[in-house]
């Protein structure tokens, strides 16, 4: 399960992991990590499976000084980068306590 923002550069990576990795079921999420709405994304993606290893590697820069950048992208990347960890982290957790896979 890969979770992205979606765009052009997500599309090529999953076509490219399909082609190289053929016998792995690829399940492709894409969403927002740094605005509410994404956990809906990633439940709906894999709530029939069993998520025993979680990787966060999303992240979102902000670049200059910080009285410059507007406070929107400020959060964004505080979402994107913190925020979202704790919230995924913590849906599978949940679930691998419950079913006894922890």
């Known amino acids: 399960v890969i979770a992205a923002y979606p765009d052009a550069v997500f599309n090529k990576a999953m076509e490219e992991m399909k082609e190289a990795y053929k016998g792995i079921e690829f399940r492709k999420v894409e969403c927002n990590l740094a ?5 809906d994304d990633i439940t709906k993606a894999t709530d029939d499976i069993d998520v025993q290893i979680v990787i966060n590697n999303a992240g979102y820069i902000c670049t200059g000084f910080f009285a410059d950048t507007t406070k929107e992208r400020q959060m964004d990347n505080l979402g994107c980068n913190a925020v979202a960890a704790v919230d995924i982290t913590h849906h599978f957790i949940q679930k691998l306590q419950a079913k006894k896979l922890k």
Do not use: A, L, N, V
Not at 35 to 39: A, C, K, L, Q, S
């Open 35 to 39: 605005r509410p709405g994404y956990m």
